[in-house]
């Protein structure tokens, strides 16, 4: 196997609240190939946007990270200024939930691909006008010309969008960071844009880092999935076996929490109790209060994460002790 693109080393960030440095991510780990997509999937106020902004040095004022985040081998929390800088600008691009508010209302859509053309890789107007209308080509615009012109409020949510992700690609990035990219879109606009994501980042051999707080959609387009709860990774599974075997009580939960269509059963929309603030998470296990599987021993233990198969990473020492052979559905226990 070559290596990988992004490893996140025993990554941890605290920031200040009242006064008081708290943790927001522990020890967060994991690695991610060219052309793969990794989903981050977990509540709100799980620590996503935290983790994706540990990976970008983009965390709050007086925000303390720590351990490594290694893209290429080389630790981006160890970078100075300039280098950073370079790398934000040429190797990663980001894409976040609400387009309207990181454009600039003034600037024509056209712009927002152009302009990173010209800066980082001094192409000359018309040169970048002919990138971009292809970029816009590629992430499904029928109309580019139209689209390239067009100012931020005569385009919809989803065209917005679109336009954002093609100006993260404009760099033709090695990692692409989408945080929650179609949360604020209609479903059906979500499934496209999705579409277009997964679609870009096999034929670019582009990383995806894909965050959601919904397993369906992540589940949809990731080949692996990493389910986080207050700040911390709690299971690492490929989808596919997520879907089928969790191996975490609170992956088994969030699957139990999705809407179904079978509707014999009575229908459950949560997560039964009150998510854990990633800053006021309790000792052992956070996910210990909520946990249908809870011992004595998850209220101290420490969080260890284990392989349990390959790919396979639990935090649960329940299933790490082979306790738990198979998780049923909670939805008949909880109701
Ligand atoms: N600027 C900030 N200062 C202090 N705490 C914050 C700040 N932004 C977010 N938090 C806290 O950090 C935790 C993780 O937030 P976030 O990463 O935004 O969650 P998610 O993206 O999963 O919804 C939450 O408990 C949130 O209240
Ligand atoms: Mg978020």
Redesign the pocket.
């Known amino acids: 196997m070559s290596a990988p693109l992004l490893e996140l080393r025993d990554v941890t960030a605290e920031l200040p609240v009242e006064g008081e440095l708290r943790p927001v991510l522990r020890g967060v780990g994991f690695s991610l190939a060219r052309g793969e997509v990794l989903g981050v999937v977990g509540e ?1 106020g799980s620590g ?3 983790l ?1 902004r540990a990976i970008l040095r983009t965390l709050p004022d007086g925000a303390r990270c720590g351990g490594e985040v290694l893209l290429d081998g080389v630790d981006l929390l160890s970078l100075g200024g300039a280098a950073l800088r370079e790398v934000r600008a040429q190797r990663i691009g980001m894409v976040f ?1 609400d387009p309207r508010a990181f454009v600039d209302p003034l600037w024509r859509a056209g712009a927002y691909v152009t302009e990173p053309l010209r800066v980082n890789h001094r192409l000359g107007r018309e040169e970048a006008r002919a990138q971009a209308l292809r970029l816009f080509g590629d992430v499904g615009i029928v109309e580019p010309e139209r689209v390239f012109r067009a100012y931020p409020h005569e385009l919809s949510g989803g065209m917005l969008q679109r336009v954002a992700i093609a100006g993260a690609l404009a760099t033709d990035p090695d990692l692409l960071i989408a ?2 990219p179609t949360t604020a879109l209609d479903v059906t606009i979500q499934a496209e844009i999705m579409a277009v994501v997964q679609e870009l980042s096999r034929t670019r051999g582009m990383a995806t880092i894909f ?1 959601s ?1 919904d397993l369906d959609l992540a589940a949809m387009v990731c080949d692996r999935v990493l389910v986080v709860y207050a700040g911390a990774v709690m299971v690492e599974q490929p989808t596919a076996r997520l879907l089928e075997a969790p191996s975490h009580p609170y992956a088994r939960a969030l699957l139990d929490a999705r809407p179904r269509v079978d509707a014999r059963l009575p229908r459950m929309q949560t997560v039964p109790g009150q998510p854990a603030s990633a800053v006021r998470a309790p000792e052992g296990c956070p996910f210990h209060p909520r946990c249908a599987y809870a011992v004595d021993r998850c209220r101290t233990a420490a969080l260890t994460p284990q392989e349990v198969r390959p790919g396979e990473v639990t935090t649960c020492v329940r299933l790490q002790a082979g306790e738990l052979p198979t998780l049923k559905e909670t939805r008949a226990i909880v109701v």
């Open positions: 709100s996503k946007s935290m994706a939930q945080d929650e965050v707080h």
